[in-house]
């Protein structure tokens, strides 16, 4: 089966969206499809990639198009990739590419399937283009209608219940669930000195929030828990990601004035640019794994954590309830209520009763969220519509 896959971004550009598309594409072209990935141009970044048996094609004007509706030289690029082969099928990624894709849909008469994963945050967000939410929700229901997918393909339940609240027709919509390479992040117990060494960590507790920092990430609670825990365990430190291109500079901004005016500085580590091919290191260097958003889909960063051994803690929202049950395969707590995710962290590095939460939460991985599983449900959709 031949296959486009539209999406903005792609790695080396890091994020679990990202990682998602890219763990699909390798895993379609080891069943024997022929995969092309139409996407964002990264630049010099791109060396950092393999692209395996996919082929990446570059999309003129693609992040423009995405980031601010600059969209004249992409749309007249995606109607030449896209109307000029016989492709079997398309399968495009979220609200823009999705947009564009539709004022194309005529000269596309294979089927499309479409996949929306930002995350809806009620009456703020959407897809977060227009920072306008009444907005946003119109041209959503409008964009069901005028792509006409013959899928809706779901990470989650989460965003099937944003989906059919968006204005998808429920018959259409199929939920496979998120995936990730377990057994590329069961590498951290091998990895972990050497990890560790190179951050200067020996018996400090690191605790990895790796998330791209965006507000609803609610990383200042971190932070701010960071410097409760460290009254009594000045020996604990907090590791955030800072990735290329896809970060808030001005949240960074207020996160490191906040870490300043906490006296927590010296305890906060910055990962600068980290790739997909980083984050199984980053694993391997941390003794626990922190996901604080205010709102998410899924997460991504949990199952990868997981598999990586690593006990996780998070906020106890939508998306993350269909990952983590509370003191079986993780720590839940409420969503910004900061004394609780410090009791959380202690817990965690007390120890007590974590080998086992963390055993039970890497089974899980293993038997739910393995890319094997993610590749195969996707290609029952594609099967649904190309025989």
Not at 72 to 88: H, M, N, P, Q, T
Not at 217 to 231: N, P, T, W
Request: aromatic fraction near 8%; glycine fraction near 10%; proline fraction near 5%.
């Amino acid at each position: 089966m031949k296959i486009a896959l539209v999406a903005q971004k792609y790695p080396p550009i890091a994020g679990g969206g990202e990682t998602h598309i890219q763990n699909l594409a390798d895993g379609l072209s080891a069943r024997g499809y022929d995969v092309t990935v139409l996407t964002s141009d990264p630049g010099a970044e791109a060396r950092r990639y393999r692209h395996a048996g996919v082929s990446i094609e570059y999309v003129d004007g693609f992040w423009a198009a995405c980031q601010s509706l600059e969209c004249k030289d992409a749309v007249a690029d995606l109607y030449a990739r896209l109307s000029g082969r016989e492709w079997d099928l398309v399968h495009v990624f979220n609200h823009v590419p999705a947009l564009l894709l539709s004022w194309l849909r005529a000269a596309v008469p294979q089927p499309v399937c479409v996949s929306l994963f930002e995350t809806h945050v009620p009456a703020g967000r959407v897809f977060d283009l227009w920072g306008d939410y009444a907005l946003e929700k119109a041209l959503q229901r409008s964009l069901f209608g005028q792509l006409a997918a013959e899928r809706v393909v779901c990470g989650s339940e989460a965003y099937r219940r944003w989906a059919l609240a968006g204005g998808a027709a429920e018959e259409r919509i199929r939920v496979v669930p998120f995936g990730t390479e377990t057994r590329r992040f069961a590498r951290a117990g091998a990895l972990r000195a050497v990890a560790r060494q190179a951050r200067g960590l020996g018996g400090e507790f690191a605790v990895l929030v790796p998330a791209r920092p965006v507000r609803r990430k609610r990383i200042e609670d971190a932070l701010r828990a960071l410097a409760l825990v460290r009254r009594e365990r000045p020996g604990t430190r907090l590791m955030l990601t800072l990735p290329d291109r896809t970060a808030d500079s001005e949240y960074v901004g207020e996160l490191r004035r906040l870490a300043a005016d906490l006296g927590q500085t010296d305890a906060v580590r910055w990962e600068r640019g980290p790739g997909w091919q980083d984050m199984p290191e980053l694993y391997a260097a941390a003794d626990a794994v922190l996901l604080p958003s205010s709102h998410e889909g899924f997460g991504i960063a949990l199952i990868e954590g997981m598999a990586a051994g690593r006990p996780v803690i998070t906020s106890d929202v939508e998306g993350h309830d269909e990952i983590v049950t509370h003191a079986e395969t993780g720590l839940l707590y409420p969503a910004g209520d900061v004394e609780a995710l410090a009791d959380r962290l202690r817990a965690v590095a007390s120890g007590a009763g974590v080998p086992g939460m963390v055993e039970r939460a890497r089974e899980l991985a293993r038997a739910r969220f393995d890319v094997a599983a993610m590749v195969a449900g996707h290609h029952r959709v594609y099967r649904e519509l190309v025989g």
